[in-house]
């Protein structure tokens, strides 16, 4: 990552691994694991080296992801806490009116969670390692997703039903 942050997701620094034998990480290009004293394979190596760059990609993606959810969630609930604390605009607005713009905002909110995990959840589910902190974010991930689309779902639903009520009090 010669040019700062890196968004393509693409993993370019390879010169280190996990050392089989000692689980240390050592660089690729060393002979022997300076912990254990173990020869390295360096075809091997490298492999593992861009597993480690990957995983660590995951990780890094997944934590904005879950990140960015917690964020993207609590503007609706700082939204409703901000009206609740102003009883004139329920009366002003009407409460119908006021829970078709938070299901709307949730609903934009929301959107670009459930594509964003499929991404992730493509690009990376499958990696073959038990790396607790890649372990952790695929939890998170899951979570973020599910969360999502549960949020989707209730707010149409609710939307749903308050224009359908509006339609037939006309």
Known sequence: ????????????DLDVFECPKCKETIDTS???????????????AQKSAHLLATVDQACSDGSYLRNAALIAFCLPAGTVFGILRSGRIVVQVGFQNIVLGVCALVLVVSSPF???TLRWWTKYAGLPTDD???????GAVRSAGFAAIAALAVSAAIMCLILISKARSK
């Open 114 to 116: 459930p594509p964003w």
């Open 30 to 44: 060393a002979e022997v694991c300076r912990f254990c004293g173990a020869r390295v394979d360096h075809e091997k």
């Open 1 to 12: 990552m010669e040019n700062g942050l890196n968004f393509n997701g693409t993993t370019e």
């Open 132 to 138: 607790e902190d890649f372990q952790r974010v695929r």
